[in-house]
Every structure is written in C-alpha cells, then in structure tokens.
C-alpha cells in the first residue's frame, strides 16, 4: 500500500538559510499533519491542514511556515534555521472519510535536518 | 492541558519474556483517542493501534494486546512471547477531539524496549 512520502530524506544547511520540506500524503488522505523531532525526544506537532485549511496548530515557531495546495501534497518552510532545528521532522496523513479510523494518523520516512 | 505519562524510560528484557508498557493519560475531554506507535532504530513511525475513549473493549493482535481502563486513565501495552525485532521505542499518544479539526497528537516521553537474545 501506498505510504506517506516526504522529500528530501536528508538536508544539510548552514545557520541562517532557509529550507523547504515537501510532504505527500496517501492518496484520497485529506489532512496533513507536521512533527519535529530533536534527538532522543518524543515528537512535537507543529500544525495540521484539512482540505488545505489550517486546522491546528502546536509549537511551531514563527520563522516556520506551512501550506496544503490542491493536489494535498504539503511544504514546511523554515526560515532563518537556528542550530537548535536540527532534527526529524515528520509529515503524517489522515482521512476524515475513511469509516472507523478517521483521525488515524500514518507517519513518513521523516526528513532529517542538519544545521550547520 | 492534555499530558500522556509514559513511566518507563527503558526496559530490557530477555526474548520470549512477556513484557508491559504503560500509559498513563490525561485530559478534560471527554471523547478522545489513544495511540500507540512504534519507532525501531531504522527511525519511522509505525502506527499500531487506536483505541476511541468510548470503547473499553481490549484488543488482542497477535503477539500484541492492549488494556483500555478509563477508571484509571491508563491504556497498557503486553507483549507476549517478545523477540528481537520487538526492539524499538514506543510511544503512547493522545488524540483530543473537542477542537473537531485535524487535532495533532500529544505523545508522551516513549518507552525504549530492549529484547535480548
């Protein structure tokens, strides 16, 4: 079965650049959700779209970003990267459709952010 | 404010030894879910179950089963027979539903299981 995809897999920028993380969910999945995870630390939600709407929204700092276009695929963009965003940062998906596990949230790969 | 307790930082055991993960969950609402994922070293999230706050009923999948108490706001996780690829950190996580959107979930500090061989 088709997964969550998330681009790249690996990112390396140095103090002060930008970065744009893309995330597609699973096809017919109508919410996206974003997670930042530090080393040895629980994820932390950042935000979340339903049909390309912000819907929720965590502990994402100001400097960070984030849109759902019409095809539902997601970008996190970050900017002015302090060393401290060094981490994973996961996309997952949900359907609000799918009887009996509506909400259910499926994680990608994640995409590993090194700040230099 | 929401909170998910996972007491145990790590816990190492011998294969085919049954263990058992807690969870310990807080929160006002009351229809909500529960979560438990796994995270092994290669880094992804696996999603392994969901338990809404209406349906104590256990669950048993193979290996797995899960115990929902709402009395004691706890939703344990049993491993029976436990082998080495069961080694990973898992995570228990909280889902609030009084907001109606696309709620992000709260996970608590995760549980770094152990299976010797």
């Known amino acids: 079965a088709a997964g969550v995809i998330q681009s790249p897999r690996h990112l390396i920028k140095e103090k002060r650049e930008t970065a744009t993380l893309k995330c597609y969910p699973i096809?017919?999945?109508?919410?996206v959700y974003w997670y930042q995870q530090g080393p040895g630390q629980d994820p932390q939600f950042l935000i979340s779209?339903?049909?390309?709407?912000?819907?929720d929204k965590g502990s994402i700092p100001d400097r960070f970003s984030a849109q759902q276009f019409s095809d539902y695929h997601s970008e996190l963009n970050m900017s002015s990267l302090e060393l401290g965003d060094s981490a994973l940062y996961f996309c997952?998906?949900?359907?609000?459709?799918?009887?009996?596990?509506?909400?259910?949230?499926?994680f990608g790969p994640g995409t590993r952010l090194t700040v230099l | 404010a929401q909170k998910v307790t996972q007491a145990q930082t790590e816990i190492s055991v011998v294969e085919k030894e049954d263990v058992t993960l807690d969870c310990v969950y807080e929160?006002?609402?009351?229809?909500?879910?529960l979560f438990w994922y796994k995270q092994p070293p290669s880094g992804e999230l696996v999603f392994l179950i969901r338990?809404?706050?209406?349906?104590?009923q256990n669950e048993i999948s193979g290996r797995y089963s899960w115990n929902f108490q709402k009395s004691t706001s706890s939703f344990n996780f049993t491993i029976t027979a436990s082998q080495v690829v069961d080694s990973a950190v898992y995570f228990c996580?909280?889902?609030?539903?009084?907001?109606?959107?696309?709620?992000?979930?709260?996970f608590g500090k995760g549980t770094h299981l152990i299976i010797q061989p």
């Open positions: 997952a998906s949900s359907s609000s459709r799918v009887r009996g596990s509506a909400d259910t949230q499926y």
């Open positions: 096809p017919r999945h109508d919410t």
């Open positions: 779209f339903y049909e390309k709407m912000q819907s």
């Open positions: 929160t006002r609402d009351t229809t909500y879910y």
């Open positions: 338990r809404n706050s209406f349906d104590e």
């Open positions: 996580a909280l889902s609030e539903r009084g907001g109606g959107g696309a709620d992000g979930l709260t």
